[in-house]
């Protein structure tokens, strides 16, 4: 059985205190807890894209032993930049995937210029990881990741696995994440983030068993947090070995 | 097929959760506030969702204590519990002692024998969290030797710091929601190092290594363990007690034998 945190992060976030947060203190939590692989975002990367950063990731990557893949950051206002380096990237050992951020990166995700990238994702056969959220009150920008602003490039671009990243957050907007995974066989959801609504795996059990993956979003959340939420939830064991392993191999394809 | 390690590593898990005797300090009735896919908790299922996760029992909260009256709150939550047969205790909502305040509320006429701690909004009821506005109310706290628990959003961080320090024989129990705390763990750890006092309550206390790096740095007599049910999946925060890099007795002080001392030494 090989366990997979399928959305996480390296480095110091600076916005919070970070007692853990470096690659080899995730080795050494990963170990602890029987994980087998990872796949994490590097905080520098979310600034401006990945072009310049992928080296140093394959670099991770290599030094972990082949355990803590990466994804290749696409900043729309750096297009050309990131495309280039992904392009350079894609055969690269431990290169996961792409990862977008509408909110960090303020420009909504039903915006023309996300075009190229879905465009790039078809053409290579990557797998896309994108935060989503729900409307908030004290954090406006999330309003630029709620799920339906996805949906059109979801319907253009069926080829695409696209994994909405914190299951569309804890509000109202939850619910399009997991229609949109029931109803698209090219969207799944991870639960990675502090979406701790009560008995939300139960719920994501029942009508959505293939489409969950587990994730932790270390550092800025422990990994062990969601871990035995899935563990012990109430529902059947098979379903937890499927969100704990083998959905996000039905996306990312691991070489592990 | 399932792989063995799955059903071990459950196992495991399931075994530990019982040893530890998880008691919470977070369980809440009434319409939830601010949380959209919450679903009211009714009184009669508490009992069952508390033994379904493993829980056995701890301290409730109405929110309507927040969202109508403190008094309103205190009155529908004692109604509500009235005669209950589980380890069940209550959490009534103070406001500063007022000479013509109208109860129930801590400080005005008896408490019930099941109220075992109280929390303040300063924030939704508009007042200062300052010595010379709740300082006879923490002193008729500490002469119950009764904790005072406060959301970290209600108030700002100097305000407690402040309120910690005059009054050093009051625990008070940070609690990690309504929103994040870990945008806030700058200030809530100095604040630990620097008033005994104070104590941190878990349900979103969710950062990577928080619950090892405050035992390592405060001990582990000042975490205590709330679920934020049925906002929060109390799965969460047994998690990370669970899988912490702690010993085992550390562990059952944080799960529940904390909260159980702070109880059990209520004077009524």
């Known amino acids: ?256 | 097929m399932i792989e063995a390690t799955i059903d071990s590593m459950i196992r495991d898990r399931q075994q530990l959760r019982e040893r530890l005797r998880f008691f919470d300090a977070g369980i809440w009735l009434g319409p939830p506030a601010g949380f959209p896919n919450a679903v009211e908790l009714p009184p009669a299922e508490l009992g069952a969702a508390l033994h379904e996760r493993g829980l056995t029992g701890g301290l409730v909260s109405h929110w309507w204590g927040k969202t109508v009256s403190a008094q309103d709150g205190n009155r529908v939550l004692a109604a509500a519990l009235e005669g209950c047969a589980e380890e069940i205790y209550l959490i009534w909502t103070a406001l500063p002692l007022l000479p013509g305040d109208e109860g129930p509320l801590p400080g005005v006429g008896d408490l019930p024998p099941q109220v075992r701690a109280v929390r303040l909004y300063p924030k939704a009821h508009n007042f200062p969290l300052a010595d010379w506005c709740v300082g006879s109310l923490c002193e008729w706290l500490i002469a119950r030797r009764m904790p005072l628990f406060i959301q970290h959003t209600e108030t700002d961080w100097s305000s407690l710091q402040r309120l910690a320090s005059a009054f050093p024989a009051l625990t008070i129990v940070v609690e990690s929601q309504v929103q994040k705390i870990l945008y806030h763990t700058r200030a809530l750890f100095p604040l630990m190092g620097a008033c005994p006092n104070v104590r941190v309550e878990l349900s979103n206390f969710a950062g990577q290594g928080f619950v090892d790096y405050a035992v390592r740095q405060f001990g582990a007599e000042r975490l205590i363990f709330g679920s934020f049910l049925p906002m929060n999946e109390p799965l969460v925060p047994i998690g990370m007690v669970l899988d912490a890099n702690i010993s085992e007795e550390e562990k059952a002080l944080i799960a529940g034998g904390n909260l159980r001392r702070l109880v059990s030494e209520v004077r009524s």
């Open chain 1, 1 to 256: 059985m090989k366990i997979i945190d399928a959305h996480l992060h390296i480095g110091q976030p600076g916005v919070f205190f970070a007692p853990q947060s470096t690659p080899e203190l995730l080795l050494a939590g990963m170990d602890r807890l029987g994980f087998s692989a990872a796949i994490c975002t590097d905080h520098l990367s979310l600034g401006r894209g990945c072009a310049g950063f992928l080296p140093g990731l394959r670099e991770v990557f290599e030094r972990s032993g082949g355990r803590i893949f990466y994804f290749g950051v696409y900043h729309p206002g750096f297009s050309d930049a990131c495309l280039q380096a992904m392009a350079e990237a894609i055969d690269w050992p431990g290169f996961a995937g792409i990862k977008i951020h509408p909110s960090f990166h303020k420009i909504p995700a039903d915006d023309p210029s996300y075009e190229p990238v879905w465009r790039f994702a078809a053409e290579h056969g990557l797998p896309m990881m994108t935060h989503s959220w729900s409307v908030s009150d004290y954090n406006p920008v999330q309003q630029l990741s709620v799920p339906a602003r996805f949906e059109k490039y979801v319907k253009n671009y069926p080829v695409v696995r696209f994994v909405l990243g914190h299951v569309g957050g804890r509000g109202r907007e939850q619910a399009d994440a997991i229609r949109m995974a029931r109803d698209y066989p090219n969207v799944y959801v991870d639960i990675a983030g502090d979406v701790y609504c009560y008995r939300l795996i139960e719920k994501l059990a029942a009508v959505i068993p293939d489409k969950v993956l587990f994730g932790s979003d270390y550092p800025w959340l422990d990994l062990r947090a969601n871990f035995s939420r899935i563990l012990l939830a109430e529902i059947d064991v098979e379903i937890k070995q499927r969100m704990l392993c083998d959905n996000a191999q039905a996306v990312y394809r691991l070489d592990i």
